[in-house]
């Protein structure tokens, strides 16, 4: 039976845990820049490996979970940089692994990999997350008011994404005012998967591998990289999958009409509720006029003057 005080992680980085350990292993990682640590289960897992192979971890967000600050405190492998990316990525060391799990939009993501590969003599590894469904194609804006003019789509806050339609729908999948969605999907600029292809399109050095699973993780890295054969041997196979691809479509599928029951059941309980209201008014109105009558008719009747 699962117990109930786990998480499903049903969006999580950190499904990929063991496949990332394995990867800063390949790549003799010895400092590794997290950005966006979301609940920081990931963070602290990447902690303990750190921990036990001489490593740091920077985490960059701009609001650190409570956990991630706390383990902070009780340990050097890890150093918490509360500021947004990319901007907050100007005051940190150059890294051996980066992993983006941010702002999940084409503006955002650009200006990662313009900094991380910045530098042709340094070979350093990027993990990326939500380069599936929604975000490939789609982006998403945390905080759409700290980027640059012109680099957002029209969004909405309300609205959600289904899979196999551009425009965004009343429900589906949404960030339930925690993030928006641009309203349409593809096109220009418009995506994470896309910022990487568009950044790859003039490094024809780089390699890319997609794991399409739990909304897709990207790998890219120096073909020239020390570790490039090595790295190639654990991820190529899984490039692209087919059966991974299949399984995905059939989670999201999943995902989505979980999401519809759930809202179902939440407009039939306001439904409910709202009747519950309307009759409790009915009875209050009724149990005062049925006090009236009864005081009237203790008095008795009144003698005409």
């Given amino acids: 039976m699962t117990d109930p005080a786990t998480p499903l992680l049903l969006h999580s980085l950190s499904t990929f845990g063991g496949c990332i350990v394995r990867c800063l292993e390949i790549a003799q990682a010895r400092r590794v820049v997290e950005i966006g640590s979301e609940t920081g289960v990931l963070t602290l897992e990447l902690v303990s490996w750190a921990a036990e192979h001489e490593a740091t971890v920077v985490s960059v967000d701009p609001e650190p979970p409570q956990r991630v600050l706390e383990r902070a405190a009780e340990t050097e492998a890890l150093v918490v940089v509360a500021g947004a990316s990319p901007e907050a990525l100007e005051d940190v060391e150059p890294a051996d692994v980066y992993i983006i799990d941010g702002d999940h939009n084409h503006s955002c993501v650009s200006r990662e990999l313009a900094h991380i590969f910045g530098d042709p003599q340094r070979m350093p590894l990027a993990i990326l997350h939500d380069v599936g469904w929604p975000c490939a194609r789609r982006d998403a804006y945390y905080a759409p008011e700290r980027l640059p003019e012109g680099a957002t789509h029209p969004y909405s806050y309300d609205k959600g994404a289904v899979p196999g339609r551009s425009e965004l729908v009343h429900?589906?999948?949404?960030?339930?005012?925690?993030?928006?969605?641009?309203?349409?999907?593809?096109?220009?600029?418009?995506?994470?998967?896309?910022?990487?292809?568009?950044?790859?399109?003039?490094?024809?050095?780089?390699?890319?591998?997609?794991?399409?699973?739990?909304?897709?993780?990207?790998?890219?890295?120096?073909?020239?990289?020390?570790?490039?054969?090595?790295?190639?041997?654990?991820?190529?196979?899984?490039?692209?999958?087919?059966?991974?691809?299949?399984?995905?479509?059939?989670?999201?599928?999943?995902?989505?009409?979980?999401?519809?029951?759930?809202?179902?059941?939440?407009?039939?309980?306001?439904?409910?509720?709202?009747?519950?209201?309307?009759?409790?008014?009915?009875?209050?109105?009724?149990?005062?006029?049925?006090?009236?009558?009864?005081?009237?008719?203790?008095?008795?009747?009144?003698?005409?003057?």
């Fill in 171 to 305: 429900g589906g999948f949404r960030g339930v005012g925690q993030f928006a969605f641009a309203e349409h999907e593809g096109g220009e600029r418009n995506g994470v998967l896309t910022a990487v292809e568009d950044f790859l399109k003039e490094r024809e050095d780089l390699r890319l591998v997609t794991l399409p699973a739990v909304f897709g993780v990207a790998f890219v890295w120096s073909t020239r990289a020390p570790f490039a054969a090595a790295l190639e041997a654990e991820l190529g196979p899984l490039d692209r999958d087919p059966l991974l691809e299949a399984l995905e479509r059939n989670r999201i599928a999943l995902y989505v009409r979980t999401i519809e029951l759930q809202d179902l059941v939440g407009a039939t309980s306001s439904r409910a509720d709202r009747v519950i209201a309307e009759l409790d008014e009915r009875i209050g109105a009724l149990e005062a006029e049925n006090a009236r009558l009864l005081f009237a008719a203790a008095e008795g009747p009144r003698d005409e003057a």
